[in-house]
Nanobody, 121 residues
Framework: QVQLVESGGGLVQPGGFLRLSCAAS????????MGWYRQAPGKQRELVAT???????NYADSVKGRFTISRDNAKNAVYLQMNSLKPEDTAVYYC???????????????WGQGTQVTVSS
Protein backbone atom coordinates (compact mmCIF):
# COMPACT_ATOMS: atom_id res chain seq x y z
CA GLN A 1 0.00 0.00 0.00
CA VAL A 2 1.06 3.54 -0.72
CA GLN A 3 0.44 6.35 1.72
CA LEU A 4 1.00 10.09 1.36
CA VAL A 5 1.48 12.17 4.48
CA GLU A 6 1.30 15.96 4.38
CA SER A 7 2.57 18.51 6.86
CA GLY A 8 3.20 22.22 7.18
CA GLY A 9 -0.21 23.88 7.12
CA GLY A 10 -1.36 26.43 9.65
CA LEU A 11 -2.49 29.97 10.34
CA VAL A 12 -0.45 32.83 8.92
CA GLN A 13 -0.93 36.56 8.48
CA PRO A 14 -1.28 38.13 5.03
CA GLY A 15 2.15 38.57 3.49
CA GLY A 16 3.53 35.64 5.45
CA PHE A 17 4.88 32.32 4.28
CA LEU A 18 4.44 28.60 4.78
CA ARG A 19 6.12 25.48 3.44
CA LEU A 20 4.09 22.36 2.79
CA SER A 21 5.61 18.90 2.58
CA CYS A 22 4.25 15.61 1.28
CA ALA A 23 6.09 12.31 1.50
CA ALA A 24 5.05 8.98 0.01
CA SER A 25 5.79 5.64 1.65
CA UNK A 26 5.00 2.01 1.02
CA UNK A 27 5.34 -0.05 -2.11
CA UNK A 28 6.78 2.37 -4.68
CA UNK A 29 8.50 1.44 -7.92
CA UNK A 30 8.49 4.87 -9.56
CA UNK A 31 6.84 8.27 -9.28
CA UNK A 32 5.97 10.42 -12.27
CA UNK A 33 4.26 13.76 -11.77
CA MET A 34 3.67 15.34 -8.38
CA GLY A 35 1.41 18.24 -7.59
CA TRP A 36 -0.49 20.41 -5.17
CA TYR A 37 -4.18 21.21 -5.32
CA ARG A 38 -6.43 23.21 -3.05
CA GLN A 39 -10.08 23.44 -2.18
CA ALA A 40 -11.65 26.47 -0.55
CA PRO A 41 -15.06 26.27 1.20
CA GLY A 42 -17.87 26.10 -1.34
CA LYS A 43 -15.47 25.81 -4.28
CA GLN A 44 -14.16 23.01 -6.45
CA ARG A 45 -10.68 21.61 -5.99
CA GLU A 46 -8.21 23.46 -8.21
CA LEU A 47 -4.68 22.91 -9.39
CA VAL A 48 -2.01 24.97 -7.66
CA ALA A 49 1.21 23.60 -9.13
CA THR A 50 2.67 20.47 -10.67
CA UNK A 51 6.19 19.19 -11.20
CA UNK A 52 7.21 16.48 -13.62
CA UNK A 53 9.88 13.88 -13.01
CA UNK A 54 12.34 15.94 -15.07
CA UNK A 55 11.67 18.95 -12.86
CA UNK A 56 9.55 20.98 -15.26
CA UNK A 57 6.85 22.92 -13.45
CA ASN A 58 3.41 24.38 -14.05
CA TYR A 59 1.59 26.95 -11.89
CA ALA A 60 -1.88 28.39 -11.62
CA ASP A 61 -1.86 32.04 -12.66
CA SER A 62 -3.05 33.07 -9.20
CA VAL A 63 0.13 31.77 -7.52
CA LYS A 64 2.81 32.47 -10.13
CA GLY A 65 5.71 34.39 -8.67
CA ARG A 66 4.62 33.63 -5.09
CA PHE A 67 4.64 29.83 -4.81
CA THR A 68 7.43 27.40 -5.69
CA ILE A 69 7.01 23.67 -6.10
CA SER A 70 9.98 21.32 -5.74
CA ARG A 71 10.61 17.62 -5.32
CA ASP A 72 13.15 15.25 -3.81
CA ASN A 73 13.03 11.98 -5.73
CA ALA A 74 15.26 10.20 -3.20
CA LYS A 75 12.72 10.94 -0.46
CA ASN A 76 9.59 10.48 -2.61
CA ALA A 77 8.64 13.97 -1.48
CA VAL A 78 7.14 17.10 -2.95
CA TYR A 79 7.19 20.56 -1.39
CA LEU A 80 5.31 23.82 -1.83
CA GLN A 81 6.95 27.03 -0.68
CA MET A 82 4.24 29.67 -0.36
CA ASN A 83 5.31 33.30 0.00
CA SER A 84 3.38 36.57 0.08
CA LEU A 85 0.27 34.70 1.17
CA LYS A 86 -3.11 36.31 0.65
CA PRO A 87 -6.48 35.66 2.33
CA GLU A 88 -7.71 34.15 -0.93
CA ASP A 89 -5.07 31.43 -0.57
CA THR A 90 -7.04 30.05 2.38
CA ALA A 91 -8.00 26.46 1.58
CA VAL A 92 -7.29 22.83 2.30
CA TYR A 93 -4.21 21.86 0.33
CA TYR A 94 -3.81 18.36 -1.08
CA CYS A 95 -0.77 16.75 -2.62
CA UNK A 96 -1.01 14.22 -5.41
CA UNK A 97 1.59 11.81 -6.70
CA UNK A 98 1.32 9.56 -9.77
CA UNK A 99 2.86 6.31 -8.57
CA UNK A 100 3.59 2.88 -9.97
CA UNK A 101 3.61 0.50 -7.02
CA UNK A 102 5.52 -2.28 -8.81
CA UNK A 103 7.30 -2.83 -12.09
CA UNK A 104 4.16 -4.44 -13.48
CA UNK A 105 1.63 -1.93 -12.13
CA UNK A 106 -0.21 0.76 -13.96
CA UNK A 107 0.23 4.27 -12.66
CA UNK A 108 -2.27 5.35 -10.00
CA UNK A 109 -3.08 8.74 -8.55
CA UNK A 110 -2.50 8.95 -4.80
CA TRP A 111 -3.71 11.83 -2.65
CA GLY A 112 -2.62 13.16 0.70
CA GLN A 113 -5.04 13.69 3.56
CA GLY A 114 -5.10 17.46 3.13
CA THR A 115 -3.70 20.23 5.30
CA GLN A 116 -5.46 23.45 6.23
CA VAL A 117 -3.88 26.77 5.28
CA THR A 118 -5.55 29.85 6.71
CA VAL A 119 -4.37 33.35 5.83
CA SER A 120 -5.89 35.91 8.14
CA SER A 121 -4.97 38.86 10.31
Amino acid sequence: QVQLVESGGGLVQPGGFLRLSCAASGSIFSIDAMGWYRQAPGKQRELVATIARDGSTNYADSVKGRFTISRDNAKNAVYLQMNSLKPEDTAVYYCKQDIRATKWSFEDHYWGQGTQVTVSS
